[in-house]
């Protein structure tokens, strides 16, 4: 079984084994759920972890890619990833392993919209902090295909972020449920969503007062308990497996 503590660490991950392991672009023409999307999701929702965005930039241009936003407003951080010739935008959301915030953020209460949708209060100011940069860099390329994604609370705010960004094609990793049957139904109308779970991760059945949202996507957890196996680097390993992980 996996007790690894640098699997709850990824930011620890050196800049040369994310470069190495790069798994290449997103599939543009993919009809439905891409196993290659979903490896490049992976791997962004690990890189974004990296302790300074010189690294990630670092890493970002061997691959041949554009760092085109870094953003890190207190707890929140992002960043927004590009090919040279702008036919598609990733952007990607760090998550958090503070058992603090976790524990702020089981307990905070929903914030209500318009239309009876309810969000959790705390997911949604992470994803508020970050709000106007994400979608000025979008409103500049608006012919560039959207990918969205992150890891544990990462993955809540780029939930979040698919209900507001046109056209998105959403994968996240580890995710909580973020908001009500209202929510849930406005993302799923505005994006095309794939949600993952690696074996027995326990995040992702932290919030059963409110509804997941996409498409499941199971992962072989087998090696892994609860709480390794929500490890970014176990995710993307099952990804990479010979048999995508499910």
């Not at 040369?16 to 023409?29: A, M, R, V, W």
């Not at 992002?78 to 990607?92: I, K, T």
């Not at 603090?100 to 994803?127: E, R, T, V, Y």
Request: with cysteine; glycine share 8%.
């Amino acid at each position: 079984m996996q007790n690894n503590s640098d699997l709850l660490k990824p930011w620890l991950t050196p800049p040369s084994e994310l470069i190495s392991l790069y798994p290449g672009p997103p599939d543009l023409h993919a009809q439905g759920y891409s196993l290659q999307t979903a490896r490049f999701a992976a791997w962004c929702s690990w890189l974004v972890y990296q302790e300074s965005f010189d690294n990630i930039r670092l890493i970002i241009e061997a691959c041949g890619l554009r760092l085109a936003g870094e953003w890190r407003q207190e707890n929140s951080e992002g960043m927004l990833v590009m090919p040279e010739d702008e036919s598609w935008l990733s952007f990607a959301f760090a998550g958090s392993y503070d058992l603090m915030d976790w524990i702020n953020n089981i307990q905070a209460l929903p914030k209500f919209f318009p239309g009876g949708i309810a969000i959790h209060s705390g997911f949604h100011s992470q994803w508020e902090r970050l709000e106007a940069s994400v979608m000025q860099a979008t409103e500049a390329f608006p012919d560039a295909a959207i990918f969205i994604s992150g890891h544990s609370l990462g993955a809540a705010t780029a939930t979040i972020a698919a209900a507001y960004l046109p056209r998105a094609n959403l994968y996240t990793f580890a995710g909580p449920s973020v908001g009500n049957r209202r929510f849930a139904e406005k993302v799923e109308s505005n994006a095309s969503i794939y949600r993952h779970v690696h074996g027995r991760d326990v995040v992702p059945h932290l919030l059963p007062m409110y509804r997941h949202v996409g498409e499941l996507v199971e992962l072989d957890g087998q090696g892994y308990d609860a709480i390794s196996a929500h490890g970014m680097r176990g995710y993307f390993e099952a990804l990479t497996g010979d048999d995508g992980g499910k």
